[in-house]
């Protein structure tokens, strides 16, 4: 089968747990796991097998007047339609990071799948299961993706040089699709290298150095990067240093602390001035 999950690079029991659900589709699935993972190819890959080239790939996008992407109301609404019908051959709609969602999307989903249409399976990406509605959540069968080992992500690395190999390795341990991303397009590879940097100096800088750094990030997604891989560099430095764990036990923290803040949509100008008096 063309793009079947054997060709992808997916945790063994993770895999199997796939293999069951393909074995019998249920109307609803959740799917969670890490970012970097896969989520979206994993999900597409299962629309692909259930129900070949009749599949809806819905991904968070930015629409007219809003500066992040996200899946709008306006979105289900034209997945009521295509639903409204019985249909006498399968119908796989995957819905992609469904956590970046407007205001009134989950009342809607809930509606398509708490009322199943014969033939149509829905499936559901998450990298914050905590966002997601109990009442949806109900509804759905859940398999958490695991991340694979890294002997499995080791034929990604194998062309790569030992200082590129060694770069990645730190940016995306064990998310193939990250890795993927990584090698194939440079110009993301020098942002994210450039965040780990920041991160680096946020650790390490003054406190003026800290306030300039944060003053000039202006997205969400971006202050979630920089917590990420600041907590990263902490996990990274707590192993050498461990006569200091409990001053970098401290930081990881904070740090923590402030992407749970961020993810639930805290002020995102006061939660990095926290951070940045914190550390």
């Known amino acids: 089968m063309a793009n079947s ?3 992808l690079i997916i945790e063994p029991t993770t895999e199997q747990a796939l293999e069951n659900y393909l074995a019998r589709p249920a109307h609803s699935l959740m799917l969670v796991g890490a970012s970097g993972v896969g989520l979206g190819t994993i999900a597409q890959t299962l629309g692909h097998a259930i129900a070949g080239g009749s599949t809806i790939f819905l991904t968070p996008t930015t629409h007219k007047q809003q500066k992040t992407s996200i899946i709008n109301a306006d979105d289900i609404a034209d997945l009521i339609k295509i639903t409204r019908d019985k249909r006498g051959e399968p119908l796989a709609i995957v819905i992609n990071d469904a956590d970046k969602t407007a205001p009134g999307v989950f009342e809607r989903l809930l509606k398509l799948i708490e009322e199943p249409v014969p033939n149509i399976c829905y499936i559901i990406t998450t990298h914050n299961l905590s966002s997601i509605p109990a009442t949806i959540m109900s509804r759905s ?3 958490r993706s695991k991340l694979p080992n890294e002997n499995q992500c080791a034929s990604l690395l194998s062309k790569l040089d030992t200082r590129k190999r060694a770069q990645i390795e730190f940016l995306a341990p064990n998310q193939p699709a990250e890795i993927r991303r990584l090698i194939d ?17 946020l650790l390490t800088g003054n406190l003026a150095a800290r306030l300039e750094l944060i003053s000039d990030i202006k997205d969400r997604d971006e202050a979630l990067k920089l917590c990420q891989n600041t907590a990263r560099l902490i996990t990274f430095t707590m192993r050498r240093d461990s006569q200091n764990a409990a001053k970098w036990v401290q930081r990881l923290n904070i740090v923590n602390k402030t992407a749970d803040s961020l993810a639930l949509n805290a002020n995102l100008r006061l939660e990095l001035l926290n951070l940045a008096l914190a550390l």
Do not use: H, K, M, P
């Open 5 to 7: 999950l054997d060709q």
């Open 185 to 201: 397009d440079e110009a993301y590879f020098g942002g994210v290298a450039a965040t780990v940097r920041d991160a680096r100096s």
């Open 141 to 143: 069968n859940v398999i």
